[in-house]
């Protein structure tokens, strides 16, 4: 009698461990260094996208720089009256002193009246001329007579051009006997006074003016490269250090210089440095000369 094979029982395959389950059996502090890197990781990258995006601000240090203008007269003369004083504001235009101004009137008269005796030499040269172009095709003149006729007219109209040229440069002294402020602004300085002898090269009234209104800044020459002319920037003194002023890059100086001693910045002084000068566009009266300020370019 025959007997039945007997079954051998069949192996179930084993499933391979998960990932969970993998990470499970790790040791504890492996779990907690793997941990902590991945948390450093997500914090890095959030940290790069929040100030990747913030434009860096670039912060030089500078001077305000407002232009002077010294007045004087053209010619010599005696001052008659000085109508401004240190302090006072002035507009573009305004009559600030004037000479006697007698001497002067004198000598445009005298101009004038030359001018006027030229004048009627012309018109008889031109009157004989005409008078005399009319016998010499008849005979009744020589044609070295209508040539010395020709030339006395030319002689007269040279000598009305010189007297009203003459009498143009006394008219020219006369308007150079006052002072006009050629901007807006305030007067600095008042050198003379009333009843003074001055000359050509004599200042008589120094008039600050309101524009335009500069802050002469330095910058290093790693940062060269991050600032052009018509950047904007915005300018901060110390008074108003909440206020700030705007304004644009209008020159860089293309040669390096030392810082100068009164720029506080906060490199070495004896560091090589570009100059800039900066144009502020919304400038008021609280801008002073040689008031150090802060400068800050905003770089994309």
């Given at each position: 009698?025959?007997?039945?094979?007997?079954?051998?029982?069949?192996?179930?395959?084993?499933?391979?461990?998960?990932?969970?389950?993998?990470?499970?059996?790790?040791?504890?502090?492996?779990?907690?260094?793997?941990?902590?890197?991945?948390?450093?990781?997500?914090?890095?990258?959030?940290?790069?996208?929040?100030?990747?995006?913030?434009?860096?601000?670039?912060v030089i240090y500078g001077n305000v720089d407002i232009r002077n203008v010294n007045l004087g007269f053209r010619v010599p003369g005696r001052i008659e009256?000085?109508?401004?004083?240190?302090?006072?504001?002035?507009?573009?235009?305004?009559?600030?002193?004037?000479?006697?101004?007698?001497?002067?009137?004198?000598?445009?008269?005298?101009?004038?009246?030359?001018?006027?005796?030229?004048?009627?030499?012309?018109?008889?040269?031109?009157?004989?001329?005409?008078?005399?172009?009319?016998?010499?095709?008849?005979?009744?003149?020589?044609?070295?007579?209508?040539?010395?006729?020709?030339?006395?007219?030319?002689?007269?109209?040279?000598?009305?051009?010189?007297?009203?040229?003459?009498?143009?440069?006394?008219?020219?002294?006369?308007?150079?006997?006052?002072?006009?402020?050629?901007?807006?602004?305030?007067?600095?300085?008042?050198?003379?006074?009333?009843?003074?002898?001055?000359?050509?090269?004599?200042?008589?009234?120094?008039?600050?003016?309101?524009?335009?209104?500069?802050?002469?800044?330095?910058?290093?020459?790693?940062?060269?490269?991050?600032?052009?002319?018509?950047?904007?920037?915005?300018?901060?003194?110390?008074?108003?250090?909440?206020?700030?002023?705007?304004?644009?890059?209008?020159?860089?100086?293309?040669?390096?210089?030392?810082?100068?001693?009164?720029?506080?910045?906060?490199?070495?002084?004896?560091?090589?440095?570009?100059?800039?000068?900066?144009?502020?566009?919304?400038?008021?009266?609280?801008?002073?000369?040689?008031?150090?300020?802060?400068?800050?370019?905003?770089?994309?």
């Amino acid at each position: 009698m025959t007997r039945a094979p007997q079954s051998t029982p069949t192996e179930q395959p084993v499933a391979p461990a998960s990932l969970r389950d993998r990470l499970h059996d790790l040791p504890r502090p492996v779990k907690l260094i793997a941990g902590l890197v991945l948390i450093a990781l997500v914090l890095s990258l959030a940290l790069h996208f929040i100030f990747s995006g913030k434009p860096k601000v670039l912060v030089i240090y500078g001077n305000v720089d407002i232009r002077n203008v010294n007045l004087g007269f053209r010619v010599p003369g005696r001052i008659e009256s000085v109508l401004k004083d240190e302090g006072d504001r002035v507009t573009q235009g305004e009559l600030l002193a004037r000479l006697d101004q007698s001497t002067f009137r004198d000598a445009l008269a005298v101009r004038a009246a030359d001018a006027e005796v030229k004048a009627a030499a012309l018109k008889n040269a031109e009157i004989t001329l005409k008078r005399d172009d009319t016998m010499v095709s008849g005979g009744g003149i020589s044609r070295q007579t209508y040539d010395n006729d020709v030339s006395a007219r030319d002689q007269a109209a040279a000598n009305l051009d010189l007297a009203k040229a003459q009498m143009a440069s006394a008219q020219t002294d006369l308007d150079d006997t006052e002072i006009h402020s050629p901007s807006d602004g305030v007067v600095m300085t008042r050198a003379q006074e009333p009843g003074s002898i001055v000359q050509t090269n004599n200042t008589v009234l120094s008039v600050s003016l309101d524009r335009p209104v500069w802050v002469r800044a330095y910058i290093p020459e790693t940062e060269l490269g991050n600032v052009h002319p018509g950047q904007e920037v915005e300018v901060f003194t110390d008074t108003q250090p909440d206020r700030a002023y705007h304004g644009k890059i209008g020159y860089i100086s293309p040669e390096a210089e030392f810082t100068p001693k009164s720029v506080e910045t906060t490199q070495l002084r004896t560091s090589l440095v570009y100059r800039l000068r900066i144009v502020i566009d919304d400038s008021d009266p609280r801008l002073r000369q040689g008031m150090p300020c802060t400068v800050k370019i905003h770089l994309r």
